[in-house]
């Protein structure tokens, strides 16, 4: 069974700096990753995609990165912004399976 | 576009009662779903449909009915409330099931806190 989990938990960061969140799961035979945002009292917002064949993925200050062997995926925001502050989910998805989410990591930008 | 809309947004019940909580979307969506939130847990998921008149177990199906009547709509019940359920309830729909791929994103929509006494 796939389980997913995300470290930090919680993160409070200064404006500007470069942070890095971190996305395991324990069966690598994935077909894609996701990485979503929820606001409070918010449903979730999708990110980035990555599919199982991919590395990573950009989109504006956002990166992902995927590595399958390993298990682990990361999500880099570039320059923070008290915008960023959010929770931030990633989800995996095994062939023929519904989405596995992770716990979230809440990020606090501090202006 | 209204989304996927939620009603109610809170909810306090005790042991035993029963309830609805609405969902509906209006993006002529065939599949929708949905998830549980607890804290320092995932979302898991209650149950999904794949088109109107069909509706599959997810992960936690145990205590949960659904019905799919229409495209547009997807309730979930709770027939006798225990505290075990109290958490936050969230639909989401999409085009097809999803898989990630562009043109498959779940759109969720806003959350139903729901807090059993």
């Known amino acids: 069974k796939q389980e997913v989990t995300q470290i930090p938990a919680a993160l409070s960061v200064p404006e500007g700096e470069n942070l890095v969140l971190n996305c395991s799961f324990t069966?690598?035979?994935?077909?894609?990753l996701q990485w979503f945002r929820q606001d409070p009292g918010k449903g979730l917002t999708s990110l980035l995609l990555i599919q199982s064949s991919q590395r990573e993925q950009t989109s504006g200050r956002l990166n992902a990165s995927l590595d399958k062997s390993s298990g682990r995926s990361t999500l880099y925001i570039a320059a923070s912004q008290p915008g960023d502050s959010a929770t931030y989910l990633c989800?995996?998805?095994?062939?023929?399976?519904?989405?596995?989410f992770g716990p979230g990591t809440r990020l606090s930008v501090l202006p | 576009n209204a989304g996927v809309t939620q009603t109610p947004k809170f909810q306090v019940l005790k042991t035993g009662q029963s309830m609805t909580l609405q969902c509906a979307q209006d993006m002529n969506h065939e599949y929708m779903s949905w998830y549980r939130q607890d804290p320092g847990m995932g979302l898991r998921l209650i149950h999904y449909s794949v088109g109107a008149g069909i509706t599959d177990q997810g992960e936690v199906p145990n205590g949960y009915n659904v019905s799919r009547s229409t495209t547009e709509d997807f309730p979930l019940r709770l027939l006798s409330a225990a505290p075990s359920q109290t958490s936050v309830y969230f639909c989401?729909?999409?085009?097809?099931?999803?898989?990630?791929?562009?043109?498959?994103?779940?759109?969720f929509g806003p959350g139903t806190r729901l807090l059993v006494l």
């Open positions: 989800a995996v998805k095994n062939y023929g399976q519904n989405f596995v």
């Open positions: 989401a729909s999409s085009y097809s099931r999803p898989t990630g791929l562009a043109g498959e994103t779940q759109y």
């Open positions: 069966d690598s035979a994935i077909y894609n």
